[in-house]
């Protein structure tokens, strides 16, 4: 995690974004909507660019922010998302119209673990990204890395959980953040357990893992 002198100087570094993104966010911040921070949102597209998915599932819509700016990054990709809560799915769907870019983003409305079926039939996927109930991370990983092809990538954001994840539990005020963290924490050590992905975490943002899926020998 940097300072918060750090983390100005790079955001006043990102160059500038179009009327509609700087949009989104502003509505993000006045809903209390959780989208990712600036330097976490940089680095995701970086690794995008990198990778150049064509077939992107994001666990996790809100206001469809991050499916907009994915698309934007690898124009020939996209994106099936998910988003559970009826109003945020409206907010989506409504910033994907005016982005113009209906045919690119496909919104799936509900938990993703009851869309499993549904999700599937749209995959195989190059590119996984998981920021949605942090509670619920490990399921979603278990539920959906079958659905990955080789050499393709899931990227989980806020692993880092505030630095929540290296404090001991007496150190967090709330019984809702001290259980959050023991399970971001169970995540963490989990995917570094699994001999079938290449996963490494980044200290931007809220913590990003990234984890490749090996090709099979």
Do not use: C, W
């Not at 955001?11 to 330097?39: F, K, Y």
């Not at 979603?140 to 959980?161: A, C, K, R, T, W």
């Not at 290296?166 to 023991?182: Q, W």
């Amino acid at each position: 995690m940097i300072s918060e002198e750090l983390k100005l100087y790079l955001e006043r570094l990102i160059p500038g974004r179009q009327h509609e993104i700087l949009h989104m966010e502003q509505q993000a911040q006045e809903g209390n909507v959780p989208i990712m921070d600036l330097i976490g949102m940089e680095a995701l597209l970086q690794v995008m660019r990198l990778h150049k998915p064509k077939r992107i599932l994001e666990i996790g819509t809100a206001i469809g922010y991050s499916a907009i700016r994915m698309v934007q990054a690898v124009p020939d990709s996209h994106v099936i998302t998910v988003e559970r809560d009826p109003e945020r799915f409206s907010k989506a769907i409504d910033n994907i119209i005016e982005m113009e870019l209906q045919s690119s983003i496909h919104v799936i409305e509900g938990d993703a673990l009851e869309k499993v079926s549904q999700i599937e039939e749209a995959g195989p996927y190059d590119f996984i990204f998981i920021d949605a109930a942090k509670g619920q991370y490990k399921r979603f990983f278990q539920e959906f890395e079958s659905m990955l092809v080789p050499g393709g990538v899931i990227v989980s954001d806020n692993v880092l959980f505030r630095g929540f994840v290296s404090k001991g539990n007496e150190e967090i005020e709330t019984r809702r953040f001290r259980k959050l963290a023991d399970k971001i924490r169970d995540y963490n050590e989990f995917l570094m357990d699994q001999d079938t992905f290449h996963t490494t975490i980044l200290p931007v943002g809220d913590g990003m893992a990234i984890s490749i899926l090996k090709d099979k020998v």
